[in-house]
């Protein structure tokens, strides 16, 4: 898992204001996923990619974008339309079809002031 | 789609003693099941999985356990200590679907006592 990053680490927004959370791999996985998570509701699926240019959505998806452009890297922007985006977000990757573990990346924890 | 319930979501147990944390499943095609560890304010991390053609998988002072039959799969840790408190979570998927995708439990939350 030491081989994805995400950035920041900490992050505030004002309301109205959309923003982008970074996720980067190194490990050549094909999938890569974001999650939510807030207090004693565990891990969300916002949205998942399996390859480039291809992505599909999770369970929560409105009020959020993301883009696949390059195999190591699967931004995910938070949009004004997201009601409640204050959590802490978990960007994941795995091998793909052939391996479903995945790893975690250290997080983002979104504030919205 | 699959639905993950899993149980406990507090466990309180005294250093030494064991703890069992259930997980049930509603798609016979998942075959496999992970386990993940996470720390107050860290990342998830695996710390064992199980694939469906075995039954039982051990790791040192864990194990987990799976029936198929039933749908429900269990973490075992024997001999807690102090720093095995964390929220676990269960998860589960087909692996080789076209989705590709975990179903995670909603966590349990473990407190080992000293």
């Known amino acids: 898992d030491g081989g994805i990053t995400q950035s920041p680490k900490y992050l505030f927004r004002k309301e109205g204001q959309n923003v982008t959370l970074s996720c980067e791999q190194n490990?050549?996985?094909?999938?890569m996923y974001w999650y939510r998570q807030d207090p004693g509701q565990g891990l969300r699926l916002i949205y998942y990619s399996q390859i480039v240019n291809d992505f599909q959505k999770g369970d929560i998806a409105e009020g959020y974008s993301v883009s696949r452009e390059k195999k190591e890297s699967f931004p995910l922007t938070v949009t004004s339309a997201q009601k409640n985006p204050t959590a802490f977000y978990l960007c994941a990757s795995s091998l793909g079809i052939v391996s479903d573990t995945q790893y975690f990346g250290p997080g983002t924890r979104l504030t919205v002031l | 789609g699959e639905n993950v319930e899993q149980h406990p979501s507090t466990l309180s147990v005294q250093e030494g003693d064991s703890a069992v944390i259930k997980c049930t499943y509603s798609d016979s095609a998942s075959n496999y099941f992970p386990w993940y560890k996470q720390e107050l304010g860290k990342r998830p991390q695996l710390i064992i999985d199980?694939?469906?053609?075995?039954g039982e998988k051990k790791d040192q002072r864990i194990a987990v356990t799976l029936n198929k039959t039933a749908k429900h799969f269990s973490l075992h840790i024997t001999e807690t200590q102090p720093e095995d408190s964390a929220v676990y979570f269960c998860a589960a998927s087909a692996r080789g679907s076209t989705l590709g995708r975990l179903y995670f439990g909603r966590g349990t939350q473990l407190t080992v006592w000293p």
């Open positions: 490990l050549n996985h094909d999938a």
């Open positions: 199980i694939r469906s053609n075995v």
